[in-house]
């Protein structure tokens, strides 16, 4: 049975079951009322379809669905045409839904999209049948529906049974003479007719939180390399280039790791082999198309179609760069190519005349640090004991009260990038509990005996090993060197994210450790703390928001940011700079590229790779990473 001849049928049951003196009568009919009825009570069930005593709780407890307190407005308050073009109905079901399924589902329907649909290169014309796999609340597909002149019909599915229902309501109340086939579930089991376009917002659902079903049902994509490492989202693509016809149009939003992840590659190369008239858009003002989402998306919109044009890359502003495809293909990373375009252009520069090279061709040895359990057990100081005194094989811990521990158990370690972020070479005063598994010291038991409720996460995760596990993590994983790079960071409040220290330390998650020989590593740490590094940084990293990101070991690894130091030689007044310039606390990096000790640094470098100053001048390039982030 066809979900609309059941919801009919299902709706004529509620109807006659109800006693229509209490309708309001701001509904305009008993049909639209019962519906927005049971979507109001579907609020706290989202399994109602087939189920007929929900009819008893409706008319015997109308304040489970009356007295709604998830926003102002209630139920009571609103006509049928607010709760329909509002979507104030979509809005409180998916605030009503609890974390963990709202996580799971990805339930972050989108917002703005007549805005967004007005600003695209597209044309409606010649559209009949347009797809949602992943409605939601209708949003998208009812922003659409008004722009194409010849539709007449709209496929709709959903996991949700409640999205469903009040999709269908939308597109019945306010297209009424549009056929809507909808389905309830799995969108890869449901849908299989072809259509003229897929408009979605997929659900962003990580790999650990996509259920075994749903995995069944995609594993016919997994034969794509490096498909299964992906999201929810990535599989949406290839489930839409599946379902549509020749000609066809996807319209999609996207996070933004879709093309810059490590997962990135089986998208690229199905955009790349089978579309064109191909547009990434994102907004200078909003991150997130999705609602109450932090994560960085773009409009994706292309047609199935030989390919032939140039990618483009536009901002809604109007600003926008053109990108050939024979590039994109060597490019991993394609939303460098939304960054600021002088900087573009410089990264290009600096690739030609630097000779950069990849972490992969160094051989760059790199490795993330120590994950922090239970730290106001294994971290010192902390909230119980703020300062400590080493004395000759012990170390005197200050606090409401003063314990002692063996001095050979704590070890210097880099733990949070705030602590350091006015230095290059900062002081380190923080101390890690590494145990090992066998140990008989009394001292320690007595500290263990005492604190051991500040170790719960610890406990929790290891059990009887709880007391040894950042000791196993060191001698497994050996995150220990010279060369340290904070994982996210912002460029106008740090001095610097690159820190480098004399003596080889420890560090926590919060870090990357680079090792390798001193002499080498510290040169490095000088070429990663000039403005040329910067602007590669800056054109490859993960943008979170204007002036924070991050990037991540796969990223140093994959990117072309490192002259090879292996051969390089006569580099004495270089390091003997780099003494200097970090020798001093320092403002945020965006205030000192002007600074005589940065800018004595980024020439020494341009010296010594013989860049010619009547091709590139310094102070521009400085001045143009100041306009990008100001």
Not at 29 to 36: C, H, P
Not at 136 to 147: D, F, K, N, Q, V
Not at 415 to 427: A, F, L, V
Not at 556 to 561: G, M, S, T
Request: net charge negative; hydrophobic share 40%; aromatic share 12%.
């Amino acid at each position: 049975m066809s979900l609309e001849i059941q919801l009919s049928s299902w709706l004529d049951y509620i109807v006659g079951s109800l006693d229509i003196r209490s309708f309001p009568d701001e509904f305009r009919s008993i049909r639209e009322y019962a519906l927005a009825l049971v979507i109001c009570y579907s609020l706290k069930d989202k399994d109602l379809i087939g189920s007929p005593d929900v009819l008893d709780v409706i008319r015997t407890d109308k304040s489970s669905w009356e007295n709604l307190s998830l926003v102002d407005l209630t139920f009571w308050n609103s006509n049928l045409d607010e709760l329909i073009k509002k979507d104030i109905i979509g809005s409180w079901y998916q605030h009503s839904l609890d974390s963990d399924y709202r996580k799971s589902s990805a339930s972050n329907y989108t917002v703005g999209s007549h805005r967004f649909l007005s600003k695209l290169n597209v044309s409606y014309d010649e559209i009949e049948i347009v797809c949602d796999p992943f409605c939601g609340s209708a949003r998208l597909i009812t922003s659409i529906i008004p722009l194409c002149d010849k539709i007449e019909t709209v496929v709709i599915n959903d996991i949700s049974t409640a999205a469903v229902l009040i999709s269908y309501l939308r597109i019945i109340y306010l297209y009424s003479d549009i056929e809507v086939i909808a389905s309830i579930g799995n969108a890869f089991d449901k849908l299989e007719m072809k259509v003229d376009v897929i408009i979605m917002n997929p659900p962003f659902t990580r790999t650990m939180h996509i259920s075994d079903e749903v995995k069944a049902s995609t594993a016919k994509y997994t034969s794509i390399k490096g498909q299964g490492h992906g999201g929810l989202h990535i599989f949406a693509l290839f489930l839409a280039d599946s379902l549509l016809n020749d000609n066809g149009m996807i319209i999609s939003v996207i996070p933004a790791s879709t093309i810059a992840s490590t997962y990135s590659k089986p998208v690229q190369q199905l955009i790349l082999s089978k579309y064109d008239d191909i547009e990434f858009l994102q907004d200078h003002d909003k991150i997130a198309f999705s609602q109450d989402s932090d994560f960085n998306e773009l409009i994706l919109v292309m047609t199935k179609a030989s390919p032939d044009s140039d990618i483009m890359f536009r901002y809604f502003s109007g600003d926008s760069m053109n990108i050939n495809r024979d590039q994109l293909k060597n490019d991993w990373n394609w939303m460098r190519y939304f960054r600021n375009f002088s900087l573009l252009r410089m990264r290009g520069y600096i690739m030609d005349n630097f000779g950069v090279r990849s972490g992969y061709s160094i051989n760059l040895d790199i490795k993330r640090g120590v994950e922090l359990y239970g730290p106001d057990f294994f971290f010192f100081p902390n909230k119980i004991y703020t300062s400590l005194e080493f004395e000759a094989d012990r170390v005197k811990l200050i606090g409401d009260d003063t314990v002692y521990l063996p001095s050979y158990l704590l070890k210097p370690i880099f733990r949070k990038p705030g602590i350091y972020q006015r230095y290059i070479s900062p002081e380190i005063n923080e101390y890690t509990l590494s145990v090992p598994e066998t140990y008989t010291d009394k001292l320690l038991s007595d500290y263990i005996d005492k604190h051991k409720d500040q170790a719960g996460s610890a406990i929790n995760k290891f059990g009887d090993n709880w007391v040894s596990h950042i000791h196993n993590q060191i001698i497994k994983k050996n995150p220990r060197g010279y060369l340290f790079v904070v994982d996210k960071t912002d460029i106008r409040s740090v001095s610097s994210f690159i820190h480098f220290k004399s003596d080889q330390y420890l560090c926590t998650k919060n870090f990357y450790v680079i090792s390798g020989d001193f002499d080498s590593i510290k040169l490095l740490a000088a070429w990663m703390n000039s403005t040329w590094f910067l602007v590669l940084y800056l054109s490859s990293r993960r943008e979170i928001n204007k002036s924070y990101g991050r990037m991540q070991i796969i990223d140093y690894l994959n990117e072309n940011l490192f002259p090879d130091f292996l051969f390089m030689n006569d580099t004495m007044n270089i390091l003997a700079h780099f003494d200097t310039y970090r020798s001093t606390a320092q403002p945020a990096i965006i205030d000192q590229l002007l600074s005589d000790n940065r800018m004595k640094l980024d020439k020494l470098f341009a010296e010594y790779f013989d860049i010619d100053y009547d091709v590139i001048d310094l102070n521009k390039l400085v001045l143009d990473i100041l306009n990008e982030f100001n």
